[in-house]
């Protein structure tokens, strides 16, 4: 195959599959120009069309396991999303979220004729639009791809009973059989090819007769292709080629997720998901792919009037094509709610980070049980659905103060192992917390808490008393209520970065560290969610976040730089 006619072929649109190959629940193997792909649908009916190797030791992707909304590696179990091809899962690091930047390569897609296109680069054409018609068995030829398409030019299958046909070309790979239909030729390798051909119109008709004939005409043809090219040298085999996923897919932002909100959502719909809860679907702009999250996954979501705030993602696995959030109007408000329940309409704009997660759901655990309270229902109602999806066993407490304020309803009673627990006072959630914690065995289980921040102290204080060891116990603040002391001055030390630094009152270690050039990254930005969390080497931090706890505070080895201090006058820091 020429290097004109190989560049061409990489940037056009090629059949790869029959739509009838894509079984639900299972993996299609297809190759182009040298390429392996993995060819699957998902249960929202997305194709998807993938390099057929998982990113961690190269095992073929085709013979994964398709749960319907990811695939999972048959060697080691990573799973990567539909949609993005984005690692959502790698079981040897359970308590990480894995990185953006692994994330498989995808490829085009579109169907027509009853057949799936891709293309290996940006392609520079449209696949033709072809009538639904009668799909012919794929023909696989041992010959050039260009002869073989040559060969069906000068050699046009016919109807059955019919003077020969006139053919032309449509381009490389593509012939047109007046009154027949469409065959193109898949060139798979340099040597080897696969013709798929559609009938369309009248040609439709009697269809056991006509699948009969041609899968008889083709065969014939295959058997005069691969003779006329016997004693032709073998070509060399195409390489496939190995390249970064795409930027938007794969990259982080420069600088700060914060200051950077590099995706685009359009709001889809919204609707009262809970007393004063509102919810919203949010859709791509364009038609990149939106990044993929985890359970316990947020978003920065910059505002009206330059605000910027973090929601938890609501979606159930497979809901790759939208986000859903929900957003609790607060009476003590700074603007971020009130902004996204009076100002922000459907078809409205906004900018959003990239899915970032600081809580991160573990499903090496033999028992998980959530307990959530008020608006911390949303991180835990990701992770229930893929517990629930995975079969996993797990227990979710939802306490709200009334039966008005459950929210997601809709997708709670989908769930097969909800309690809500309805209008107890502070003592008699601390009781319920006692029963709930106490009660359990810890033995290979694991707890979840999300909700108000005294809900969350008075939970991790009753998990410390009933012996749950610390890294079982996982939550997640929404604020943090403590004030915030700023009046003090002090030096800090940057190791890596060779700089000494003063905070002055009214700053603090991050906002300085930024404005002398050192990224930090950072999300809620007020000592909740640990994005910001940096190791000290020396001195003695002043902890004012909600992150830490006791024994963590006491080793003075790390901190929150968005909302912590020094005590002393000197604090040295591993950046």
Known sequence: MGEDLLLRAGKSWHPIAAESDLVYRHVFQG??????????????DHVNVWENRCLHRGVRLSVAMNDGRELKCQYHGWRYANRTAACTYIPAHPADAPARTITNRTYPVRTSGGMVWTALAEPTDEPPELDAGLVLRPMPVRARPE???????????????????????CGDFIV??????????????????IIRGVLTGQASAGRLRLLRHFDGALTRFREIAQEREADEPAPEPLSPR???????????????????????????????AGAGVRGLELGPVGDRPLPSGQPGSHLDVALPGGLVRQYSLVNAPGETGHYVIGVKLTPDSAGGSVSLHERVREGDVL???????NFPLRRDRERTVLVAGGIGITPLLAMAQMLEHQELHYELHYFAAREADVSFKDRLARLGNVR???????????????????ATDHEDCQVYVCGPPPMLDTARDVAH???WPREAVHFEYFRNDQEIDESSRFEIVLARSVMNLTVEPGRSILETVREAGVTIPSSCEQGACGTCRVAVIDGQPDHQDVYLDEDERAAGDSMMTCVSRSLTDRLTLDL
């Open 420 to 438: 809500t627990i309805i209008g107890l006072d502070p003592a008699e959630t601390t009781a319920e917390l006692e029963r709930l914690l106490g």
């Open 242 to 272: 190995y390249e970064p996923v795409p930027k938007h897919l794969a990259s982080l932002p420069a600088g700060s997720e914060h200051l950077d909100l590099p995706t685009r959502v359009r709001v889809v719909r919204t609707w009262e």
């Open 31 to 44: 190759q182009l120009l040298g390429q392996e792909l993995a060819v699957w649908r998902a249960d929202d």
């Open 147 to 169: 002869n073989v398409v040559a060969l069906l030019v000068e050699h046009p299958p016919a109807l059955p009973d019919a003077a020969p046909p006139a053919a032309r070309r």
């Open 176 to 193: 047109e059989v007046e009154g027949v239909g469409f065959f193109a030729v898949q060139p798979v390798d340099a040597d080897r090819a």
């Open 465 to 467: 008393r009933a012996g």
């Open 351 to 357: 900018a959003v980070s990239l899915p970032r997660n």
